[in-house]
């Protein structure tokens, strides 16, 4: 049984993240989607629990996907969890080169551990979280850039 790892930081899930679980989930057994408890960024917009259940509700009809948490390094986690396989979506050739870097470094800790890139579909290129909230916190239109179920959950954090 192959069981993969999509971290990230999830704050908020975007069609971007949606278009690489869905496409992960058809090449392992289980997918196990992780919002990384990051210490280090203090500024999210949706806390832990708000992106875990965001995750939820938007691969519910995904049968082999499954929505976590974890702190500390990803090694640890993926010893944790049994899991063989890092997901890792891909925008732009400056995302391979720090992503290629950490799958270096993960593998250096986790000999058996493997990373497969997948490549953004075409119309999510430009998207990240960053871009979207930013847009959202300007009234901007984001409806194709996020699962609609969580469309105003996000709205509703830059109108209170």
Known sequence: MIKAIYPGSFDPVTNGHLDIIKRAAKLV???VVS???NPHKSSSLFTIEERINQLKLVTAGIKNV???SF?????DYAKQIDAQVVIRGLRA????ESEFQMALTNRSLMPDLETFFIPTSVEYLYLS?????EI???GGNICSMIPCEIKQEVL???TK
């Open 156 to 158: 509703d954090k830059f």
């Open 136 to 138: 959202a916190m300007f």
């Open 93 to 96: 050739v400056t995302d391979f």
């Open 29 to 31: 057994d289980k997918l």
């Open 35 to 37: 919002v990384l408890e």
């Open 71 to 75: 702190k500390g390094l990803l090694v």
């Open 66 to 68: 499954e929505v976590s």
């Open 129 to 133: 979280s960053s871009t979207l909230k």
